[in-house]
């Protein structure tokens, strides 16, 4: 039989073993999670250099980077601050809210109230668009993207702020002619596009190419 002494020396050399076992798979994560936060670190510090330079595209790209890898509210508003300075009051609007959002779960009331002051200033800046739908019967599996991203038809009817810019609206269905309108939203605009009636494909006939798409310019936006 082991001793008590001998017992206890087996005891600790594999408890010993066991805290060696638990390091060797904590220490890479924990080594990952700081090499992030310097990258994270590095990608703030070069977006601040170049906000300071009045290079706001950059700037802003390394921002985003910088919250991507290691979220945080001042990153947020540092973000929501070169989105409004490069003249993107949609992405701003959107960043402040968020960040106001986080301020709220963290009770941190002055980062809050400077977030809304930002959203207030915001709203009636940023550009918007509205896409209605029209009096004409809409085929069942209408399709919508704008800018070549889907449109959820949840949106239909809500005016949707979106960065200043010109963007293709394509309205879509199978068996249907397909309908592209081209609009410029610009800074302060509220735009609104009706959904046109889309004229079904004759039997046989092939479905019309690029050049033969119904195209709109402007014409079913209005400055409100």
Do not use: W
């Not at 069942?140 to 949106?155: E, N, S």
Request: net charge positive; aromatic share 6%; hydrophobic share 45%.
């Amino acid at each position: 039989m082991l001793s008590s002494r001998r017992k206890g020396r087996l005891g600790r050399s594999a408890s010993a073993a066991l805290v060696l076992c638990t390091l060797a798979f904590v220490a890479p994560s924990a080594s990952a999670q700081s090499a992030q936060s310097q990258a994270a670190e590095a990608l703030f510090r070069q977006a601040k250099a170049l906000l300071d330079k009045g290079e706001f595209a950059a700037a802003c790209e390394k921002f985003a980077a910088s919250q991507e890898l290691e979220p945080g509210l001042g990153t947020l508003l540092y973000l929501g601050d070169c989105y409004e300075r490069a003249g993107r009051f949609a992405s701003a609007l959107s960043t402040f809210r968020e960040a106001a959002e986080l301020a709220k779960l963290r009770d941190d009331a002055a980062r809050l109230r400077l977030a809304e002051i930002r959203v207030s200033a915001l709203v009636p800046r940023a550009p918007t668009l509205e896409i209605r739908r029209g009096p004409a019967a809409q085929p069942v599996d209408l399709q919508i993207t704008v800018g070549g991203a889907p449109f959820p038809r949840g949106d239909l009817g809500r005016a949707q702020p979106r960065d200043a810019g010109k963007y293709e609206i394509r309205f879509s269905a199978p068996g249907h002619e397909s309908f592209v309108s081209h609009i410029e939203l610009k800074n302060a605009d509220a735009v609104v596009v009706t959904v046109p009636r889309l004229v079904p494909i004759a039997a046989g006939r092939a479905a019309p190419g690029r050049s033969e798409e119904h195209t709109s310019e402007l014409q079913s936006q209005f400055h409100l």
